[in-house]
């Protein structure tokens, strides 16, 4: 099992869960985080503090957001790993509740 990064973080990209991963396991992209599944040691550090529930264990993805397991996986391969926590975009607040964000990912 993983942990998931899943649509709730497009464009907000807090990274409070990222300090807390003792195994390095996110990586950065322009306005989204992602995990490696191979790095993670499903230690559930990462899931309460993201403030805009974006991270599910694999067990419990809701079933929309099932595409961003192999989405982690993917860019978890092309973005750099990320370790310290980085002030969120300025607009981050705008985006917290909207849904339908998959069209703004950048790779």
């Given at each position: 099992?993983?942990y998931?990064?899943?649509?709730?973080?497009?464009?907000?990209?807090?990274t409070?869960c990222?300090?807390?991963?003792?195994?390095?396991?996110?990586?950065?992209?322009?306005?989204?985080?992602?995990?490696?599944?191979?790095?993670?040691?499903?230690?559930a550090?990462c899931?309460p503090?993201?403030?805009v529930?974006?991270?599910?264990?694999?067990?419990?993805?809701?079933?929309?957001q099932?595409?961003?397991?192999?989405?982690n996986?993917?860019?978890?391969?092309?973005?750099?790993?990320?370790?310290?926590?980085?002030?969120?975009?300025?607009?981050?607040?705008?985006w917290?509740d909207?849904?339908?964000?998959?069209?703004?990912l950048?790779?």
């Amino acid at each position: 099992m993983t942990y998931v990064v899943t649509e709730s973080c497009i464009r907000c990209k807090y990274t409070d869960c990222v300090e807390v991963c003792p195994v390095d396991c996110f990586h950065e992209g322009p306005n989204f985080l992602s995990i490696d599944p191979e790095e993670c040691i499903d230690c559930a550090l990462c899931e309460p503090e993201c403030p805009v529930n974006a991270i599910f264990a694999e067990d419990d993805l809701p079933e929309d957001q099932m595409k961003f397991l192999e989405l982690n996986i993917e860019l978890s391969k092309i973005w750099p790993v990320i370790n310290e926590q980085k002030d969120p975009p300025d607009d981050a607040a705008d985006w917290d509740d909207k849904p339908d964000k998959l069209k703004y990912l950048e790779k």
